[in-house]
């Protein structure tokens, strides 16, 4: 295990996913959200299978015992993908970024309705501050007070919500597919049927994209499947607990971005929302962290010794 290693390879796929976002966002305008899945999911393929191939893992990499499930998870991933990229082009950067943090909140309770995984009041708790920070971004999109109502951004805080609901399943799917299948298998599946599904939204309304926007596209592909490669690589390198909680980052380099980008100036509903968000999702990552190691010391005390 090299920790170090693991958080700067974390980190990298942070900054790589929101550079990722922010080419998709600057389409968004002209380019239909299924249409940015379908060059998000192809052209990271390319990159998957070359990784694979320098690992020498292509053989084994992309066998599965279990494809009906890579189905399932695609399908609800790449619904958490089009609905976060058709959020792209509502929201600013940070506020997107923020109400994405709702996923993992969300993936402890279909855990326990799915899986069976015993949740207690600590977790459930945390579950409850970030919800309330989840609130707190959302309310000044949904205002019903019709002089200051805003339907394009509430339909868009909507899309993105609905997006981290479809995230947290996702990885529902994925706690099972682990069981069984090689995170390279999952990643490179994954991609594949995105790719696909994608397709199925092409008569309505994709477009014919510039020479630039074609380039940020195809960019925003490589990106994805690079992005994909260094958060794996993360996890191979240090525990999930460690390397977990610097996910948060991302709000440090979309706050950047926004700003000095697409002109965005964050809000103080934003702000406050997403550091509830951020504090109920570390202390989850802790709560886990200290049951993982009550664990393991229960199986060395029940391990007879030789």
Known sequence: MRPLRGIALKLASVVVFIVMASLIKSTAAHVPAGQAVFFRSLFAIPVIVAWLAWRRELATGLKTA??????WRGVVGTMAMGLGFAGLGYLPLPEVTAIGYAAPLLTVVFAAMFLGEEVRVFRISAV?????????VLTPRLSIDPKTANVAEALGAMLVLGGAVFASLAQVFVRKLVNT?????????????ATL????????????????????????????????????????????????????????FALGIGYF????????????????????GILIIWRERKLGLERARQRKAMTPQG
């Not at 299948?181 to 049927?193: L, R, Y």
């Not at 599904?197 to 309505?204: E, K, Q, R």
């Not at 596209?217 to 610097?246: C, H, K, N, W």
């Open 66 to 71: 279990n494809p009906l499930g890579h189905v």
């Open 128 to 136: 409850i501050l970030g919800m309330i920070g989840v609130l707190i």
């Open 181 to 193: 299948e090689q995170t390279s298998a999952i990643v490179f599946w994954f991609s594949v049927t």
């Open 197 to 252: 599904m994608s397709l199925i939204t092409l008569p309505f309304g994709w477009v014919w994209p510039t020479s630039r926007e074609a380039a940020i596209l195809v960019g925003a592909g490589l990106m994805g499947g690079v992005g994909q490669i260094l958060l794996t690589s993360s996890y191979r390198e240090a525990d999930a607990s460690l390397v977990a909680p610097f996910d948060y980052a991302s709000m440090i």
């Open 261 to 280: 980008v697409f002109a965005e100036v964050p809000t103080w509903p934003m702000v406050g929302g997403a550091a509830l968000i951020v504090t109920a």
